[in-house]
C-alpha cells in the first residue's frame, strides 16, 4: 500500500531547498591600479571598529597638518614625505585630500551588492552647520563585470566669517576582469567652492571675548572655485595558457605576456573672484584695474600609455616580471593674459606635450625576498630630459610571533623639470615668468613593520639640488643650495585588557630652514577603554590628541591656492585636544565627538596656518550602514 503524503509538506520541503540554493555568500574583493594598470594593489573592506572617530581626510593619515581651519578648505601635511603631488594641476596640490582621482579609486567584485552609507554632522542644522554625506554602491553584473557608484556631499558654513566651503564629487566606475581581458574604465567630477576671507586681521582677536562669528577678517567678499572631471580607462589582454591544479583539480590560466593601453582626459577649471571695496589692501598688486573681478583659468590633460608586460612564472624558482611602456601627453589650456583696454583683457593660451619611454623588473610571487625597480625619461617635449628611477625591497619574516613581519626599503631619484605653473603665470593679484632649473631629489627610506603587534618604525632621507618653493611673497622660487631633509617615525598600539593606548611619534630635520619650515617634533596620542554592551554593541570611550613644537608655519594665498614661506610669527605648541564615544552593533556604526576641548580652558593660539585659527570647540556625530547580504 502506498500511503500518500501531505501536499503541504512537500512544498515546503522544496520550497526550503530553493531557498538554500539561492543563498550566496557575501564575499568582496578591492583593489586599487598601479603603474597604469600594470599593478592590483589589494587591499581589504574597512570593518574594524578602531579611529572611526578620525574622519577629516586632512588628518586621517597626517600627526599633523598645515590647515586653514574649516572642512573643506586647503590644507597640506606637516610630514614631509607625506607631501606627494595626487592631481595633474597644480594649484589644487592644497586641496588634493578632498578630491577623488582617478589612483585613489577602489576596484570591487562582489558576490552580493554592497552598499554603504556615512552620515556626519556638527553643531546643529542652523548654526555653524557642517555635514558630509558618503554614499557607495557596487553590484556585480556578471560574476567578472562589476559597477561601482559613489557620491560624496559636504557642506560646512565654518565658525569665522566668511569661511564656508562646499565639496561634492560624483565617480562611477566599472571593472570586467576574466582569463584573457582586464578592463577599467569610468569618470570622477569634483566640485569645490570655498569663501576666501583672508584670514583674521590679528591673532590677538582669539582673545577678546568677542563672539567668534564677528571676528572681523581680511576678506569678506572674495571666493574659489575648482572643477574637475576626470575620465579613463585600461585595458589588457593576456595571452597564456592553462595549468592544472592538483589541489582544487581544476585548469588555471597563467598568464605570460599582458598587452596594455591605458588613455585618462582630465579636465580642470578654476575661479577666483574678488568683488571687494577697492580699499582693501590686502593684495599687494593689482594688474587689471578696479573693474575686474574673476579670474579664470582652464587647464586640459590627455594622455595615452601603450605597455607590454611578461609575467612571471610561478613555476619556475627564479623568476621575475618585466614590463615596457610608452606614453605621451598632450596640455591645453589659457589663463589671464594681459590688457588690452579697460574692459578686455586677452587671453594666455597654454600648449605642449610630452613623450616618454619606461621600463621595470618586479617580483611579487615567493616569501623571500619581493621588489620592484622602474624608471622613466621624457624623451620630447616641455619635459625633455626629466628622468624618474623607483625601487622597492620587500623582505618578509616571522618576528614576534607574526609571520606577516616585514623589512621595507624604497629609494628614488627625480630629475624634475618645474610645473609650467610655477615658471609661467597671469591673474589680476600674481604674475610671474620664471626659468627655473630641474630639481633633483634623491630619497631613501626604511621601514619595519610588525602587523599583529601594531608596530611600525620608518626613517626617511632625502637630499635636494634646486629645490623649488613657494617664497615669502607667495611666488614660486627655487635655491641652488643644497637641501637634506631627515624624518624618522614610530607607531605602536599597546593594550592592556580592555584599555588602549596608541603613540605616532614623527621627529624631522631640515638642513636649510630658510627654504623649508617644518615642526621639529609631532605627535598624535590615543587612548580608549573597549568593552561591550549586552554582549553585541561594542563600545569605546577615549581622548586623543595631536601636537606638534612650534615652527615657522606656512602662509595661505587665496588667490592662487598656495601655501608659501613666511618667517614672522611660531605657531605650534598647543594640544588639539577630542574626546568621544563609537559604538558599533552588527554592520552600524556611530561615533560622537567634541573636538577641541582645550580652548575651554588652555591658553594659546590654536592656529596651524597664520591667521587662521583651528574650529573652537565643537561637538560632531558620525553614523555609517553597510549592507552586503
Given at each position: 500500500m502506498v500511503i500518500a503524503q501531505p501536499r503541504g509538506i512537500n512544498t515546503q520541503r522544496e520550497q526550503n531547498e530553493q531557498t538554500a540554493v539561492k543563498e550566496v555568500p557575501s564575499k568582496i574583493k578591492l583593489w586599487y591600479l598601479k603603474g597604469d594598470g600594470a599593478f592590483k594593489d589589494s587591499t581589504v573592506l574597512d570593518t574594524l571598529h578602531d579611529y572611526k572617530h578620525i574622519f577629516h581626510p586632512i588628518f586621517k593619515n597626517s600627526i599633523s597638518a598645515t590647515y586653514t581651519g574649516n572642512y573643506?578648505?586647503?590644507?597640506?601635511?606637516?610630514?614631509?614625505?607625506?607631501?606627494?603631488?595626487?592631481?595633474?594641476?597644480?594649484?589644487?596640490?592644497?586641496?588634493?585630500?578632498?578630491?577623488?582621482?582617478?589612483?585613489?579609486?577602489?576596484?570591487?567584485?562582489?558576490?552580493?551588492?554592497?552598499t554603504r552609507?556615512?552620515?556626519?554632522?556638527?553643531?546643529?542644522?542652523?548654526?555653524?552647520?557642517?555635514?558630509?554625506?558618503?554614499?557607495?554602491?557596487?553590484?556585480?553584473?556578471?560574476?567578472?563585470?562589476?559597477?561601482?557608484?559613489?557620491?560624496?556631499?559636504?557642506?560646512?558654513?565654518?565658525?569665522?566669517?566668511?569661511?564656508?566651503?562646499?565639496?561634492?564629487?560624483?565617480?562611477?566606475?566599472?571593472?570586467?576582469?576574466?582569463?584573457?581581458?582586464?578592463?577599467?574604465?569610468?569618470?570622477?567630477?569634483?566640485?569645490?567652492?570655498?569663501?576666501?576671507?583672508?584670514?583674521?586681521?590679528?591673532?590677538t582677536i582669539l582673545f577678546s571675548g568677542q563672539e567668534a562669528e564677528y571676528w572681523p577678517t581680511n576678506l569678506s567678499e572674495a571666493r574659489s572655485q575648482f572643477n574637475s572631471i576626470n575620465y579613463y580607462t585600461t585595458a589588457e589582454y593576456r595571452i597564456g595558457k592553462y595549468d592544472f591544479d592538483p589541489v582544487d583539480s581544476v585548469d588555471v590560466f597563467r598568464p605570460i605576456v599582458g598587452l596594455m593601453y591605458s588613455f585618462g582626459h582630465d579636465r580642470y577649471s578654476q575661479k577666483f573672484v574678488d568683488e571687494e571695496d577697492t580699499t582693501n589692501t590686502f593684495f599687494m598688486n593689482t594688474y587689471y584695474g578696479d573693474d575686474y573681478t574673476t579670474d579664470e583659468i582652464k587647464y586640459r590633460?590627455?594622455?595615452?600609455?601603450?605597455?607590454?608586460?611578461?609575467?612571471?612564472?610561478?613555476?619556475?624558482?627564479?623568476?621575475?616580471?618585466?614590463?615596457?611602456?610608452?606614453?605621451?601627453?598632450?596640455?591645453?589650456?589659457?589663463?589671464?593674459?594681459?590688457?588690452?583696454?579697460?574692459?578686455?583683457?586677452?587671453?594666455?593660451?597654454?600648449?605642449?606635450?610630452?613623450?616618454?619611454?619606461?621600463?621595470?623588473?618586479?617580483?611579487?610571487?615567493?616569501?623571500?625576498?619581493?621588489?620592484?625597480?622602474?624608471?622613466?625619461?621624457?624623451?620630447?617635449?616641455?619635459?625633455?630630459?626629466?628622468l624618474e628611477l623607483n625601487g622597492m625591497i620587500t623582505k618578509p619574516f616571522s618576528f614576534w610571533g607574526d609571520s606577516a613581519a616585514a623589512m621595507i626599503f624604497t629609494g628614488s631619484f627625480e630629475n624634475r623639470v618645474p610645473d609650467y605653473f610655477q615658471e609661467t603665470f597671469r591673474s589680476n593679484h600674481f604674475q610671474w615668468d620664471n626659468d627655473f632649473d630641474a630639481e633633483q631629489r634623491l630619497t631613501l627610506g626604511a621601514k619595519f613593520r610588525v602587523p599583529q603587534r601594531k608596530l611600525e618604525l620608518a626613517a626617511n632621507y632625502a637630499a635636494i639640488n634646486n629645490f623649488l618653493?613657494?617664497?615669502?611673497?607667495?611666488?614660486?622660487?627655487?635655491?641652488?643650495?643644497?637641501?637634506?631633509?631627515?624624518?624618522?617615525?614610530?607607531?605602536?598600539?599597546?593594550?592592556?585588557?580592555?584599555?588602549?593606548?596608541?603613540?605616532?611619534?614623527?621627529?624631522?630635520?631640515?638642513?636649510?630652514?630658510?627654504?623649508?619650515?617644518?615642526?621639529?617634533?609631532?605627535?598624535?596620542?590615543?587612548?580608549?577603554?573597549?568593552?561591550?554592551?549586552?554582549?553585541?554593541?561594542?563600545?569605546q570611550i577615549g581622548a586623543d590628541v595631536r601636537y606638534n613644537t612650534n615652527y615657522y608655519a606656512d602662509a595661505y594665498s587665496p588667490a592662487t591656492g598656495l601655501f608659501y614661506l613666511q618667517s614672522e610669527k611660531e605657531y605650534g605648541n598647543y594640544p588639539y585636544i577630542d574626546v568621544y564615544a563609537t559604538l558599533r552593533l552588527k554592520r552600524t556604526k556611530v561615533f560622537f565627538k567634541y573636538m577641541n576641548l582645550g580652548t575651554h580652558f588652555l591658553d594659546g593660539t590654536y592656529m596651524t596656518t597664520p591667521n587662521y585659527p583651528m574650529p573652537r570647540a565643537t561637538f560632531r556625530l558620525g553614523v555609517s550602514w553597510a549592507w552586503y547580504d
Open positions: 573643506g578648505n586647503p590644507g597640506m601635511s606637516n610630514d614631509f614625505f607625506q607631501r606627494g603631488n595626487q592631481t595633474n594641476y597644480f594649484f589644487l596640490q592644497s586641496r588634493q585630500d578632498y578630491l577623488l582621482t582617478p589612483g585613489k579609486i577602489k576596484y570591487m567584485n562582489t558576490t552580493t551588492p554592497y552609507f556615512d552620515y556626519s554632522q556638527s553643531e546643529n542644522k542652523s548654526r555653524n552647520n557642517e555635514t558630509r554625506f558618503d554614499v557607495v554602491h557596487s553590484q556585480n553584473v556578471t560574476r567578472f563585470w562589476n559597477w561601482t557608484f559613489r557620491t560624496n556631499q559636504e557642506k560646512s558654513d565654518g565658525q569665522y566669517s566668511a569661511q564656508d566651503a562646499k565639496n561634492n564629487f560624483v565617480a562611477l566606475n566599472t571593472s570586467y576582469n576574466r582569463d584573457q581581458w582586464n578592463v577599467y574604465g569610468g569618470f570622477i567630477s569634483n566640485s569645490l567652492k570655498n569663501s576666501e576671507n583672508g584670514g583674521l586681521t590679528n591673532d590633460r590627455i594622455s595615452n600609455v601603450f605597455q607590454l608586460k611578461q609575467y612571471e612564472n610561478p613555476n619556475r624558482k627564479y623568476t621575475f616580471g618585466k614590463r615596457a611602456f610608452l606614453g605621451h601627453e598632450l596640455f591645453r589650456g589659457n589663463t589671464p593674459g594681459v590688457q588690452v583696454n579697460d574692459s578686455t583683457h586677452r587671453r594666455f593660451d597654454i600648449k605642449y606635450s610630452n613623450l616618454y619611454v619606461g621600463g621595470g623588473i618586479f617580483r611579487e610571487m615567493g616569501s623571500f625576498w619581493l621588489w620592484n625597480f622602474d624608471g622613466k625619461v621624457n624623451l620630447a617635449g616641455r619635459n625633455a630630459g626629466e618653493y613657494n617664497n615669502e611673497e607667495a611666488i614660486p622660487d627655487q635655491t641652488s643650495n643644497e637641501i637634506l631633509v631627515m624624518s624618522v617615525y614610530a607607531d605602536k598600539d599597546f593594550n592592556y585588557r580592555r584599555f588602549h593606548f596608541r603613540t605616532r611619534l614623527l621627529w624631522q630635520k631640515v638642513s636649510e630652514e630658510r627654504y623649508l619650515h617644518l615642526p621639529e617634533w609631532s605627535a598624535f596620542v590615543n587612548t580608549y577603554y573597549q568593552f561591550t554592551i549586552s554582549k553585541v554593541m561594542f563600545t
